[in-house]
């Protein structure tokens, strides 16, 4: 069974600049997540999606950050305009449902990326 | 405000040695604790999932146990592969799924 899939793996780019990420979640999971996770810090969640539509995005920083998952498979991450606080690897989880059975999460390899 | 707290910071360990990682939680109703390892450049991987205090969770080296505060993992006679960041997260009762992470432990295993 392939595992979740991100891409790119790491991107640096100037402050004010725009980024995006990209994430495939495993085939048949109907939750997604995106977490951020500054270095020495455990993932805080951005946003969950339940097929395409939005579950939680109440840590999400809505005056730069946004997110979609069309047609509930894959999804994509921005960031416009990036600060140099938003240094950080972005992660991208999936697990089967959202509920408290098979909700166990599936994570990608994570896209680092680097503010300057 | 749910909160999970991990310690010690960093871990270092002589293989054979064991030793016990901890995981306090303040959440409310919690639905389930669960226990991730993270290497170097890669996302966490799941390890366990305990819901109610009392209950135990094995897997080769590793023992998670739950109690109504905390949860620990216990590490018996570790080698170096098992060098990794250990990461507690929770599910309060509030949420369908969110889970809520503490900082990791950093165990290092020396030969």
């Known amino acids: ?116 | 405000e749910d909160q999970v707290t991990q310690s010690p910071e960093a871990l270092r360990l002589q293989e054979g040695e064991s030793s016990s990682l901890n995981c306090s939680y303040t959440v409310s109703g919690l639905r389930g604790l669960f226990w991730y390892r993270q290497d170097p450049g890669k996302g966490p991987e799941f390890l366990f999932t305990l819901y109610s205090a009392g209950e135990e969770k094995e897997k080769e080296r590793l023992k998670a146990t739950l109690t109504k505060k905390e949860s620990f993992l216990h590490i018996t006679a570790p080698k170096p592969e098992d060098s990794a960041t250990y990461l507690c997260a929770a599910r309060p009762g509030s949420s369908a799924s969110k889970i809520i992470f503490g900082s990791g432990t950093r165990l290092s295993i020396r030969p």
């Open chain 1, 1 to 116: 069974e392939a595992g979740v899939a991100q891409s790119p793996r790491y991107k640096i780019i100037e402050k004010r600049q725009s980024v995006a990420f990209w994430c495939n979640p495993i085939s048949g999971h109907a939750t997604l997540y995106w977490y951020q996770q500054i270095l020495g810090q455990g993932p805080k969640l951005l946003i969950q999606f339940q097929n395409n539509g939005v579950v939680d995005d109440s840590q999400l920083p809505k005056d730069r950050f946004s997110a979609e998952r069309l047609k509930g498979v894959d999804s994509t991450l921005k960031i416009q305009p990036a600060k140099l606080e938003d240094s950080a690897v972005y992660l991208c989880a999936s697990s089967k449902t959202g509920t408290d059975v098979d909700n166990e999460q599936f994570f990608g390899p994570g896209t680092r990326l680097t503010v300057l």
